[in-house]
């Protein structure tokens, strides 16, 4: 069994934002069903002062303690970022925030950041 | 907060009995059995009842019974000890079940030159003993075939399949790690050329195990050293160790074993009734304390790292919670895919076990089950 720290535990058993929002501006999918991990990532656009921030973000993830709680901090850390600062959110900024992930974890289930550039992606293409 | 360990195919606590049989051999009775005077002779006398006891256990009037670390190491010398001994046979056939400790010895083995077949189980873990029989040849060494499957439960047929390798002109290996004082086992009844077992499974320390073999076999030892175990396994003798396996051998009654089966069962009824669960491994041959479950739409360590927070010890066969991510290969050998094993859940019951620790489990499991479908996606 690998070892998580307290903060992705913290995240897993009590996920921040989980859900669905249902007239998102922008919907981000990654995962499979063969790999074991399905992330999905929404979220809400404000325009201010012709900026466009993240207003609001949920996710819904199928997976293990590592997948939901990359998921869940996240939410955290994009909310209220514009998107171009959002879209430059790395794997190895959620592994931090996070106090680490085991390397094994690494690749395979740190798929949120991944997720959240789908998203802002989306919307982008459905804003042109 | 409640605790309840549901994990006693991956170790047993060590029982108060054999505890206290141990315990003098620590700091009293310390000597060492291959000493002369009184202090090892009174150690060896302790070793040789012992080893009396598990073969009187196992009706092993024909066979030499050699005491070893462990399973894993039982294993190992029963396979690699037997090739090293005949190297004119380079065929060993085994299971797509095995434990990792038969499986990487056989893939050790093959890039030494050995070829390996590895036979298919049905959905319920059974070994096709068609193809058993149809695979044995001239060159074939051995065949080794777990007794007992430690993830699903699945009880093989020994005698049938030791009947197949006779005929055929071969030799037996059974790792019953699992099985062994759960399932009756009789190896001159059986007719079992090897047999490996170990004490931590049955209410007895880690660290020690043992193999039968069958009296006219020899294997090649993988230790060299002051001769101990007649030459087969050198090393001074874990004396408490063994001790205490001696006792563990009677912790398990025909009572636990009753009382076992119908917790399994009640426990496996309840399952049923959660939407989207297959268990796993037969339902008629199966550990009278294994229950192996697949829950759709919730991943397996997720499903264990909140039981864990609840007070309830399970294990997984999911990818994600291995240090390979690779599923259990037993249950793609009896047919999932890998996008349906990630739910998988091994529970395993103790003696102590109780109805009320069934309840409070299927409540908790219920719960768990539905908070991690809400959080599915798809």
């Not at chain 2, 399949?161 to 099985?179: R, W």
């Amino acid at each position: 069994m690998v070892e998580y720290s307290k903060k992705v535990m913290d995240n897993f058993f009590r996920p921040k934002n989980m859900g669905e929002i249902k007239e998102a501006d922008g919907v981000g999918k990654v995962g499979n069903k063969v790999c074991g991990d399905i992330m999905y990532i929404y979220i809400k656009v404000e325009k201010k002062e012709n900026k466009e921030y993240i207003k609001e973000i949920k996710f819904k993830t199928l997976g293990c303690a590592a997948a939901i709680a990359t998921s869940s901090i996240i939410t955290e850390i994009a909310k209220g970022k514009t998107i171009e600062d959002a879209k430059k959110i790395t794997k190895e900024d959620v592994a931090e925030q996070l106090g680490g992930l085991p390397p094994i974890k690494m690749h395979c289930s740190n798929l949120s950041s991944e997720a959240l550039k789908r998203a802002i992606d989306d919307y982008l293409s459905k804003n042109k | 907060m409640k605790k309840i360990y549901l994990d006693y195919a991956a170790t047993t606590p060590v029982s108060e009995k054999v505890y206290e049989k141990m315990n003098p051999f620590f700091s009293d009775c310390y000597g060492n059995p291959s000493s002369l005077h009184s202090q090892g002779r009174k150690a060896k006398e302790a070793v040789e009842k012992t080893r009396k006891n598990i073969k009187n256990k196992l009706n092993a009037k024909k066979h030499k019974l050699v005491f070893t670390s462990g399973g894993t190491e039982s294993n190992n010398l029963a396979i690699k000890g037997l090739a090293y001994k005949n190297p004119s046979k380079k065929h060993i056939i085994t299971t797509k079940i095995e434990h990792d400790c038969v499986l990487n010895t056989c893939k050790w083995l093959e890039k030494q030159g050995y070829e390996i077949t590895y036979l298919s189980v049905d959905e319920e873990g059974f070994v096709n003993l068609e193809e058993l029989e149809k695979k044995i040849k001239k060159e074939t060494l051995l065949v080794s075939i777990i007794h007992a499957n430690n993830e699903i439960g699945t009880i093989q047929d020994l005698k049938k399949i030791s009947q197949i390798c006779h005929q055929k002109g071969t030799i037996l290996h059974s790792d019953a790690c699992q099985s062994f004082t759960k399932v009756p086992i009789d190896v001159i009844e059986e007719d079992i050329d090897l047999l490996t077992i170990n004490a931590h499974k049955i209410y007895g320390p880690k660290g020690v195990g043992a193999l039968l073999i069958k009296d006219y076999l020899n294997v090649e030892p993988l230790f060299h050293g002051g001769h101990h175990e007649e030459g087969i396994r050198s090393g001074t003798l874990n004396v408490s160790g063994i001790v205490g396996f001696g006792e563990a051998i009677n912790e398990i009654s025909l009572k636990d074993i009753e009382h076992m089966t119908k917790l399994r069962n009640k426990m496996i009824k309840e399952l049923k009734n959660i939407k989207d669960v297959r268990i796993n491994g037969s339902l008629e041959k199966r550990l009278c304390n294994n229950i192996n479950v697949t829950f759709k739409d919730a991943e397996g360590e997720s499903i264990v790292l909140h039981l864990d927070n609840r007070g309830i010890f399970a294990s997984t066969g999911s990818a994600c919670s291995s240090n390979t991510l690779k599923s259990s290969h037993v249950l793609s050998a009896i047919g999932l895919k890998q996008e349906d094993s990630h739910g998988s859940v091994r529970f395993s019951l103790g003696k102590e076990t109780t109805e009320e620790d069934i309840d409070y489990v299927i409540t908790n499991i219920k719960e768990i089950i539905s908070l991690l479908r809400e959080m599915n996606p798809l």
